[in-house]
Every structure is written in structure tokens, then in C-alpha cells.
């Protein structure tokens, strides 16, 4: 079985899983023994809350980094997929207290938290709705409202945990539909579920992550205002990884805080374990990154991430298109294949505001001697007498480097940068005639 047929069947596998156990508790529901008399809008109500709770309970497994889970899809797929059935869990707990109200089954007055008339019942079930709403509102809006990375990812951790024991407290309370011991073991086995979750990904994974520290090697200046920060183990072999692949990082921290951030490995796998992260200025953190000092610890989680040559081990050639610092898993790629003295024909096209601000320049023009290699820079402000490709990348840009016979060969395309220079790439591609399978971006603009 080739790697790519299994990983199809791998993310089948996981998808019918995944709806599996979204929908175990309404096949639950509807078994004998039910309770009589219930009104056809109340059942449906019911039946929409347990599957939004559901939903609510397996984002924690979406996020706890399963490396078996994420592998069919990459990381940036599975953290896309979170953040779109979040909102649609959200939607459905939304529609499972109006359906009660519409009608009158129950009046509005239970909402009211602080009635000594409203039962215990009613207050979990306000109170996870509330912290379901600031969740929410702080993950589609924590750019506008200006909240640090670092803060917002506590909260979300405080309000998603708060959404979900109180709404399990609520079921437990009304108990209509899990009035038998068969059926309490159910919830009682998503609550196990949930408590397990949470200890493996506060618990257990920062405590690895304490017996395998890293050191840093050095900090050294890039172009484009980056820094390579280069890693050692700390008496153990650390781990392989993919080129294109990518980590999470705890610096100036312990992990079990909630400090981590994700960059892309900047070299190829060596047998040594050391790792290399080129990173931009652009936050608190990532500035912070030319402070530390050589011997320093850092921690690290990886490898994650599906953007990566070893993937598509068939392809007759390989394209890259990259802007900015998206440039660092193309490099660790290139590395590899220059590693590897790949003959395959490949192709870089790199968009920066000019050329001193394109990060690992130097590296890549070294490459172009070890690799059957052609490099077009896009450059926004070019030098007198440039001669080569102007502005961003478009799909005038695209067409002459791109040729027709390109789109009839077996050839990966490889798209890293901004997000708008991503979206308008990938437009073009699909325009252009290229299959979507062969085009893979990797994103890291997941909140």
C-alpha cells in the first residue's frame, strides 16, 4: 500500500470516528426506555444540544496534537476544520434553548442565573452558553480587540474547559434522557474522555516536554528583520522530522504554561537532532526571540505539519511559491533535496518587499549550485536596472513561469506567506488549470 492510499484511508478512518461519536448520544437517546409525552420540538432540541456537546468535547481531542489524528490531514487542516465546527457546535447549543422558548415549553425567566426559583439545572446550562459566547467572540475577534496571544490562549483554554463541564453538569441535572444506569455510563465515559484530555495535554505533555529540553546553539541575524535560532538536545537524541514540518516552542517560560508557538523548521533533518527556527520580529514573542543566549533551555513539541516534499516521494518536480518569512519550511526542503543530491527539476518563486529583505537569500543562492534549481525573485521595490519580475505575485507572474506542459506532468506546488498572497496564488492556480491536490499552502493564521 503506498503512502498516499494510506493516508486517505487513515483520514477516512478518523472522519467516520469523528461522526461516530458526534452522533452516539442521539442514537443513545432515541433508545428504550424514553420518557413519555415529550413533544416532537423538545426531542429535536434535545437532540441538538447532545450533538453541539458532543462536538464541544471531541474539539479537545482536535487540539491535543494526536500526531496519529492530524497525520492524514496536517496540523493547519485540522486546526482550519476546529475553528469552522466550532461555530457550527456553537450554532446548534444556540438553537437548543430557543426551540424551548419559541413554543413556551419553558419560560424565559429560567435564563435568569440569580433567581433563587431557577434550578441548578438551568444555571450550569447559562453559564456554559456564556462562556460558549466569550469563547467564541474571542477567537473571531482577537485580532480587533487587540488581545496578546499568549492571554487569549489562556482564556480560550478557561472558557472552552468552563463551556463544557457546565453543560455536562446540565445534562447530568436534567437527567430526562439518560434516566438508566446504561445510559448514565455514556456521559459518564465522555466525562472521562474530557477530564483524560485535559490532564494529557496540561499534564502529561508538558511534563515530557520537561525531560526533553533543548539548548540554544546560537542566535544569528537574518535578512528581513528574522533570527535563526539554532537548538540542541539536552542529553537525548531530540526527534526526525519531515522537511517543511514545523514545531511548537516554550521559551522564557515553563510549559505548563500556555506559552507555545509554532514556527517552521528552517534546515533539514540532522542526525545530531539539532533543530533550526528562522522568525520574524512580529509580536511580543517573536522579538523577545534575539534575547536569549547561547545554553539557554528551550522547550519543543514536534513534529506536526503535512507540508512536506516526503510526502509526494513520485513527484517528477516540485514548485515553490513563498513570500516573506514563508520562505523557512521551502528552505528546510531545499536543504533536504540538495542532502539527498535530488536531480529533479524544481522551481522558486520567492515575493519580498526588495532584496535585502529576503530572508536566507544567501542560502538559497548557495543551493542553486547543488540543486537543478531556477530562483525568480518578485520584488515590490526593485534596484535601478532590474531586469527581473516586479510587484507581487500574480497571475501574469504565474503564466510565464508556469508553462502548460507544467500542468500535464506529475508536479507539487508549494505555496508559504501572508494569507492574501496565499488566497491569490491559489486562485490563480485553479484558474490556470492546476489540480488542487497538487497544490498545498501551510498557514499559521489558525486564530
Request: proline share 7%.
Amino acid at each position: 500500500m503506498n503512502n498516499r492510499l494510506k493516508r486517505i484511508l487513515q483520514g477516512i478512518f478518523w472522519i467516520l470516528v469523528y461522526l461516530f461519536l458526534t452522533l452516539l448520544p442521539v442514537m443513545v437517546m432515541f433508545l428504550p426506555p424514553r420518557p413519555p409525552g415529550r413533544e416532537f420540538i423538545r426531542e429535536l432540541s434535545v437532540a441538538l444540544g447532545f450533538v453541539g456537546l458532543a462536538m464541544m468535547a471531541l474539539q479537545f481531542a482536535l487540539t491535543a496534537r494526536f500526531k496519529t489524528i492530524k497525520a492524514p490531514y496536517g496540523a493547519d487542516v485540522v486546526y482550519q476544520f476546529h475553528r469552522q465546527i466550532s461555530i457550527l457546535a456553537f450554532v446548534l447549543i444556540l438553537i437548543h434553548p430557543i426551540l424551548l422558548f419559541v413554543p413556551q415549553i419553558h419560560p424565559i425567566s429560567i435564563l435568569n442565573i440569580f433567581s433563587p426559583e431557577t434550578p441548578w439545572r438551568a444555571r450550569f446550562a447559562v453559564t456554559s452558553l456564556l462562556a460558549l459566547c466569550g469563547l467564541i467572540v474571542m477567537a473571531l475577534w482577537r485580532k480587533p480587540l487587540k488581545i496578546e496571544y499568549t492571554r487569549w490562549r489562556i482564556w480560550h483554554g478557561v472558557l472552552a474547559t468552563a463551556a463544557v463541564a457546565f453543560a455536562m453538569l446540565h445534562v447530568l441535572g436534567v437527567n430526562w434522557y439518560i434516566n438508566v444506569p446504561w445510559k448514565r455510563l455514556l456521559w459518564a465515559g465522555y466525562s472521562i474522555f474530557f477530564v483524560g484530555l485535559l490532564l494529557y495535554t496540561r499534564v502529561w505533555k508538558p511534563w515530557q516536554l520537561l525531560r526533553t529540553p533543548y539548548r540554544v546553539q546560537e542566535v544569528k541575524p537574518e535578512r528581513g528583520g528574522c533570527w535563526s535560532l539554532v537548538l540542541q538536545p539536552d542529553n537525548h537524541a531530540g526527534f526526525d522530522f519531515q522537511p517543511g514540518q514545523f514545531a511548537w516552542i516554550t521559551a522564557f517560560s515553563s510549559p505548563f504554561k500556555d506559552a507555545e508557538h509554532p514556527f517552521s523548521f528552517s534546515n533539514a533533518p540532522a542526525g545530531d537532532g539539532r533543530l533550526r527556527f528562522t522568525i520574524k520580529e512580529l509580536g511580543d514573542f517573536t522579538r523577545r526571540i534575539k534575547e536569549l543566549k547561547p545554553g539557554d533551555v528551550v522547550y519543543v513539541d514536534g513534529p506536526y505539519g503535512a507540508f512536506s516534499i516526503d510526502r509526494h516521494p513520485h513527484a517528477k518536480e516540485f514548485v515553490f511559491i513563498a513570500g516573506g518569512v514563508g520562505i523557512t519550511p521551502v528552505v528546510s526542503m531545499l536543504h533536504a533535496l540538495a542532502q539527498r543530491n535530488d536531480p529533479r527539476p524544481l522551481l522558486l518563486i520567492y515575493g519580498g518587499r526588495d532584496l535585502e529583505s529576503l530572508t536566507l537569500r544567501d542560502e538559497i543562492e548557495e543551493l542553486q549550485g547543488r540543486l537543478n534549481l531556477k530562483v525568480v525573485y518578485v520584488l515590490e521595490n526593485p534596484p535601478e536596472g532590474w531586469q527581473g519580475e516586479k510587484g507581487y505575485i500574480t497571475r501574469e507572474v504565474l503564466d510565464r513561469w508556469l508553462l502548460p506542459e507544467r500542468r500535464k506532468n506529475q508536479t507539487e506546488i508549494f505555496i508559504c506567506g501572508p494569507i492574501p498572497m496565499m488566497n491569490a496564488v491559489e486562485d490563480a492556480l485553479a484558474r490556470m488549470g492546476f489540480f488542487a491536490g497538487d497544490v498545498h499552502s501551510e498557514r499559521f493564521d489558525l486564530v
